[in-house]
């Protein structure tokens, strides 16, 4: 889990945001987390949240724990229902990747909101831009990144593999 959240928190840091939506950045992190909220304990998954929030907050101009909030919050509904969905389909992973990416806009700048944050040069419009090229992102970082950390797993023996038959 912390060689995945650091690798993710460093790529995403390092690709540059879609100028065109709203300078929206990858959010690898968050779908680190959902990994874990599909795979994982709900103990495990929140460690996850959390470090990688303080991360993403860490490596970007925010204030220290909204990111964590709002990846613990977004962790814990796709916990609660990973059993309602099928977590082993590429298609539920690109649904919960775009919902949230626009949960993690939208949460980031609720929390900025009401934090007292000076939001006077982010207009309306250029948040929703953000929210929709952060929730593009989600949908197709999403089944990549499941894909890959589901054999990273297997590789280290976190994931036993069926036998052949």
Not at 32 to 57: Q, T
Not at 79 to 93: E, I, L, N, P, Q
Request: hydrophobic share 60%; proline share 3%; net charge neutral.
């Amino acid at each position: 889990m912390v060689v995945a959240l650091l690798v993710g928190a460093v790529v995403q840091q390092a690709l540059p945001g879609l100028t065109l939506l709203g300078q929206a950045k990858a959010p690898i992190v968050l779908c680190v987390v959902l990994y874990y909220a599909f795979h994982r304990s709900l103990a495990l998954m929140v460690l996850a949240a959390i470090a990688g929030g303080v991360l993403c907050d860490s490596l970007e101009a925010l204030p220290m724990g909204y990111s964590a909030a709002v990846f613990s919050v977004l962790g814990i509904v796709a916990w609660f229902y990973r059993d309602v969905v099928f977590s082993a389909r590429g298609v539920t992973h690109m649904v919960f990747g775009l919902l949230a990416g626009v949960g993690l806009t939208i949460g980031l700048y609720g929390l900025l909101l009401i934090g007292g944050e000076s939001l006077r040069e982010a207009a309306w419009s250029w948040i929703a831009f953000k929210a929709i090229g952060t929730a593009l992102l989600g949908m197709i970082l999403a089944p990549i990144i499941f894909t890959v950390l589901e054999r990273l797993d297997r590789l280290t023996g976190n994931i036993v593999m069926e036998p052949s038959s």
